[in-house]
């Protein structure tokens, strides 16, 4: 889909508004849709076909265009992230209407989240179904606002978003035989191509040899074995060590092991390896934007399968960083694998700055439902950071405490460390609790996507499954490093 600003709309199949409730066309936007639809809109609204209410809409026409009106309720009393869903409803409209070309009128205070929202809505995973030929497809969108500096660079952002995300969001959403460990090593490689980033590929011959027992004990039951990818960018970096690294976990499926997950749950662990997708496509937006500084996205990927070479409930593995772990419940398996991906990277980067993201834990979700993103580190500096520059991209996070006594929880009886901990309820703290004592020294975030990387009901933005949680966060991450 080609994104492009103008300051007037051009020949579209379809031109849309939102209108706060009881808000008038502006003497811009008569301007803009011209003295038909204009005159239209006027007699519509003062019969009380439209005004502005929630979710209501008015579809006008003439011979070459449709005018679309959309209600955006009471100014004060918008929901969090109205502006993104306005934006998915945006694009389901033009669809519903069979629209090639769009022309969306903004105020350009709205542009970045409505756009977004457009993008998102206008994304959907069809691999498996059989093509429908009639079926509706915008092939291009014009954002009519102000055409100024800012918003040309905001123009930039949206194509490499649009890009990203659909990446992210078509990995998470391929069924998990056609994407194991190896298959992700194959997406690093499409990604890596005609883009300045490096690629390093570690097998499990190597991650057996370089002590990596997290991965390998999660990976073992596999056909496929585990797999460390490792992108790096630089562009005039100002030291060697990275300015940031991005860990993400790649579980290709997670059956739970010996520990099985139920029915009901087991279903759609094709997402669980959201975190790494998220931080490829990260790596590749900051490659595709010519960010400056020293990046390192790190996907740590195993498929946790059920077989006779499985890792046992009471199975003691050793780390990357010499700690040994016994593995109480092979469920909470995307902690170990993490843990050597931390391990590694503090020690082989020196990063002023780590960030892991993974769908690490289901309580996150009963603490904070499926909208919002659960943070946590060992650096007040580095959490607030991430929050702030999550908000400043419409990305819902919050807090979760990381307190010591969380930490001491983990140690084990017959081991350093224990991979559960009974007692302590806070199942997403204690998550981020195990993954501190992989980091010594950097300043380190953990983002647990749990409840936010995955759709079960359609919304505006996300028909099906993979919403990309988190993508927008890690790039401005990476902005402002």
Same mark, same amino acid.
């Given at each position: ?19 706060? /409730? ?59 992230? &109205?502006? $993104? ?38 994304? /959907? ?107 790096? !960018? ?32 087991? /279903? ?16 590749? &937006? ?33 780390? !990357? ?11 909470? $398996? ?25 769908? +690490? ?6 603490? +904070?439902? !499926? ?27 919050? /807090? ?8 001491? &929880? ?53 028909? !099906? ?12 991450? &990476?902005?402002?490093?």
């Amino acid at each position: 889909m080609k994104l492009s600003i103008a300051n007037k709309v051009p020949a579209v199949d379809v031109i849309l508004i939102a209108l706060y /409730e009881k808000e008038k066309l502006s003497a811009d936007a008569r301007k803009l849709i011209g003295t038909n639809f204009a005159k239209q809109a006027d007699e519509r609204i003062k019969a009380k076909d439209f005004d502005g209410s929630e979710g209501q809409t008015l579809i006008l026409f003439d011979k070459k265009q449709k005018f679309t009106m959309i209600g955006r309720g009471k100014k004060d009393k918008q929901m969090p992230n &109205a502006s $993104e869903m306005l934006g998915g409803t945006m694009a389901g409209l033009a669809k519903k209407l069979r629209a090639k070309k769009a022309a969306l009128i903004l105020d350009g205070k709205d542009l970045l989240q409505i756009a977004n929202g457009f993008i998102l809505g206008d994304y /959907e995973f069809k691999h498996y179904k059989k093509e429908d030929a009639k079926a509706p497809k915008i092939v291009e969108v014009t954002f009519v606002t102000d055409k100024n500096k800012e918003n040309l660079e905001i123009l930039k952002t949206l194509n490499s978003f649009q890009e990203s995300s659909a990446l992210v969001r078509t990995l998470i959403n391929i069924i998990p035989s056609e994407l194991d460990p190896k298959g992700f090593v194959t997406e690093s490689e499409k990604v890596v191509k005609n883009r300045a980033l490096t690629l390093t590929v570690f097998d499990e011959k190597k991650l057996k040899t370089m002590g990596c027992g997290g991965l390998i004990g999660v990976g073992q039951g596999a056909k496929v074995g585990p797999r460390m990818i490792i992108l790096e !960018y630089k562009n005039k970096a100002k030291s060697k060590n990275a300015d940031i690294v991005f860990v993400g976990k790649g579980v290709t499926f997670d059956t739970g092991g010996l520990n099985l997950k139920p029915s009901g749950h087991i /279903e759609t662990m094709k997402q669980d390896m959201a975190g790494a997708a998220t931080v490829l496509g990260a790596m590749q &937006a900051i490659a595709d934007q010519k960010l400056k500084g020293h990046f390192v996205g790190i996907l740590v990927c195993a498929e946790n399968a059920l077989s006779d070479k499985s890792v046992h409930p009471g199975d003691i593995l050793q780390m !990357y960083n010499g700690k040994t772990v016994e593995v109480l419940n092979t469920d909470a $398996e995307g902690r170990l694998i993490l843990a050597d991906g931390l391990a590694y990277a503090e020690k082989q980067f020196k990063p002023k700055m780590m960030v892991n993201i993974a769908t +690490l834990t289901g309580a996150v979700s009963v603490a +904070l439902g !499926y909208k919002i993103s659960g943070v946590m580190g060992n650096n007040k500096k580095t959490t607030a950071k991430i929050l702030k520059t999550a908000e400043s991209v419409d990305e819902r996070m919050w /807090e979760l405490p990381l307190d010591a006594d969380f930490v001491k &929880a983990t140690e084990g009886n017959i081991s350093d460390l224990k991979n559960i901990s009974d007692g302590m309820r806070a199942g997403s703290t204690m998550g981020g609790a195990f993954l501190s004592n992989f980091v010594e020294k950097t300043p380190w975030a953990h983002i647990d996507i749990g409840g936010t990387a995955w759709a079960d009901k359609p919304t505006p933005t996300t028909k !099906y499954g993979s919403t990309s949680a988190g993508l927008r966060t890690l790039i401005e991450l &990476a902005k402002t490093a």
